[in-house]
């Protein structure tokens, strides 16, 4: 029971499960009660895309994602009757929580700690009925509209789209994740038959936009060692590119000919600049 005093309540079967409410945030005294949710349980699971992960079962909550240094990031979707799932976003500073707390005598951790004891904070104006940590490839993403704009990946700096003026008729949030294919596994694969450059997706999903937007994708490094078997790959190696819309890779496209929309594939320097009409 929570009343105008606030309090905090400490999972006994998880640890480092915690929920703090701070002094005044509750009118009047209310049982608030957390449960693990099995995903079997659930109507309708959390959705998810290719590269995304369940992380934990479901307000500091325990989870087991690698994120692989800077590649992944985590995101908490939340239910109000485990049909409809959207992201929860909740902005506010470190500084902010300490004013939240309003002196609660409650010892928080820094979010590089929370990092190293692999915990999520979540903050909340309100509850849903549940909560999901996710993992999934690290997505810039910016509100852009008719005036369009760049959005440039960190976790590979040389991957951009790029959005002209008209590309978009209203504002809406898009984004760009970029996915780095491991060199040790595609040498232990394919030798030197192939290399790959980062998988790229832009988000909204299958949406048209009414000027083709340009894709920048650095070229796949060329690789001078063979397979252990002692195969060796081409000399002169051809560059493709590849694209999917329904999560199975049936466009292939040579670089400097054209996509099957009639879109240019091109090589400059050292990226693919590649202009499509479809994310």
């Known amino acids: 029971m929570v009343d105008a005093r606030g309090g905090s309540m400490r999972g006994s079967r998880s640890n480092g499960m915690r929920i703090i409410i701070p002094p005044r945030k509750c009118t009047a005294p209310t049982r608030i009660t957390c449960r693990l949710a099995k995903r079997h349980k659930l109507a309708y699971p959390p959705p998810m895309v290719e590269g995304e992960g369940l992380v934990s079962r479901l307000v500091e909550i325990p989870h087991f994602g690698s994120m692989r240094g800077k590649e992944r990031e985590l995101i908490v979707l939340r239910s109000d009757n ?46 849903p009925q549940y909560f999901a940590v996710v993992s999934r490839i690290k997505q810039e993403s ?108 049936n466009i292939s496209c040579p670089v400097g000919g054209h996509h099957r929309d009639h879109s240019p594939v091109l090589c400059h320097r050292l990226c693919f600049l590649h202009d499509k009409c479809v994310s």
């Open 82 to 127: 485990g049909d409809t799932w959207k992201e929860h976003q909740y902005d506010c500073h470190p500084s902010d929580i300490t004013d939240i707390l309003n002196g609660m005598d409650e010892e928080l951790d820094s979010n590089a700690e929370l990092e190293k004891k692999r915990i999520c904070r979540i903050i909340t104006r309100d509850f």
């Open 142 to 249: 910016n509100h852009m509209g008719p005036e369009g704009g760049t959005l440039s990946s960190q976790t590979v700096p040389m991957v951009q789209a790029s959005f002209p003026q008209g590309a978009l008729t209203k504002k809406i949030r898009v984004g760009l994740q970029a996915q780095p294919v491991p060199d040790d596994m595609v040498r232990n694969l394919l030798g030197n038959r192939a290399t790959f450059s980062p998988i790229v997706t832009v988000e909204p999903r299958r949406r048209k936009f009414h000027k083709p937007i340009t894709m920048t994708i650095p070229v796949p490094p060329r690789s001078a060692d063979g397979h252990p078997s002692g195969h060796r790959g081409d000399s002169t190696p051809c560059l493709r590119l590849l694209c999917s819309i329904t999560g199975k890779w």
